[in-house]
């Protein structure tokens, strides 16, 4: 029996299934909460007695204040936006003291956010659909070794090093692109000023980490965007910067993967997408607007509206292959109340054939059309359920096609936005 307690919460879609909510759920038992990709770009809205919440880089468990947040090392971080979510909290009452950052996690300056959108600019109708955060010129600055860290900040010749970074992006800025330079002083005085204000809280988080579960500590560990914007195995390149899935637990934080017990996969009870990219199950016209409308799906960083679509069995199936996905947590299952008809895809038609796989070219991927399954709806307001039981025959229906057709578990659900309105199978931590 696995001695270690330690989850990972991950998203199993395109991103925006609910992962703030339920890393806030479990972290009411947690000892750590871990962030260990990602940036800024992937906001996580809290709903706590009736009181919203928005995280984007600060861990979801920052509204227990019992629990020790980490930014891993895996993290790409703006720390203008750290600090200015840490006074948006503090504001709310909420006790950021027991935030951390790892001393090897990378730097977005304004030079990379900069790029971003000059880069996008650049791709005219091939635009990717980027937040423009500097997300992705950040992680391509650490692949080239171009990157700067926290722990450089610390070291007597930093500005010189961070000097011979904006010269760099600034040539690329100006001769490239064609845009004016940036400015050395107000770049470097705004970094310096922000580091200031976050210095006594920067740490080695893998030995943190590491010793924290040898000591039997509970560590959830929380994911950003989802499997299927995964840099590898997402749908790209409609996909993130970074790695996404709970593979990327030991590489993000610093630890051993055989230190990892259980990874959940979040995934709402029908698909959402923002931005370009194939999306075979997608609803337009009225129906999607019903649907957006009752589950708000509209971002939390951009608040643009978000597509939306019927639950895909085949891209879920693949997310839990390439994920490592032990189990599955619904979310928004409260959404589809009012759908008489409910649709799940369990497989493709992709040039005459049926196909149960995802292909590997978007090209190909846009051209599959989706095999459905149709369900009867509960017609009924699900809200105030308090167990599976409670669920109508039809609810619990659906629930149970998604493990069968998944071969996965599922561990829980949720029935609204607030902690109290979620729904476990099983113990969390077991």
Known sequence: MNKYKTMVIVGTQWGDEGKGKITDYFAQKADLVVRFAGGDNAGHVIWNNGVRHKVTIV?????NPNVMNIIGNGTVINLEKVNAEIKILRDDSIDTSNLWISDRAHVIFEFNTLLDKLQEDARKERKIGTTGRGIGPTYS???????????????????????????????????????????????????????????????????????????????????????????DHGTYPFVTSSNTSGNNVSLGVGIHK???????????????????????????GEKAEIIRKNGNEYGSNTGRPRRVGWLDIVALKYAIRTGGIDKLFITLLDVLDDQEIIKICSSYILDGKKIDYLPASNTQFTKCEPVFEEMKGWMTDISNV??????????????NKISELCKVDILGFSVGSDRKQTVLNKKGFD
């Open 59 to 63: 861990p979801s468990g920052i509204l």
């Open 141 to 231: 600055d650490k692949a080239n070794r171009f990157g700067i860290r926290i722990c450089d900040f610390f070291e007597k010749n930093f500005e010189e090093l961070f000097r011979e970074a904006f010269n760099y992006h600034n040539e690329l800025i100006t001769k490239i692109y064609n845009h004016k330079p940036l400015n050395f002083n107000e770049v470097y005085i705004n970094a310096i000023n922000n580091f200031e204000l976050l210095k006594n809280n920067i740490l080695d988080c893998g030995y943190i980490i590491d010793k924290a579960i040898r000591d039997n500590k509970k560590v959830l560990f929380e994911g950003a965007q989802g499997v299927l914007l995964d840099i």
């Open 258 to 284: 055989k230190l990892i017990s259980k990874v959940v996969g979040i995934t709402k009870a029908y698909n959402t997408r923002v931005g370009a990219g194939a999306m075979p199950t997608e609803i337009t």
């Open 386 to 399: 308090k167990s599976f039981d409670d669920l109508p025959e039809n609810a619990k229906i659906y629930l």
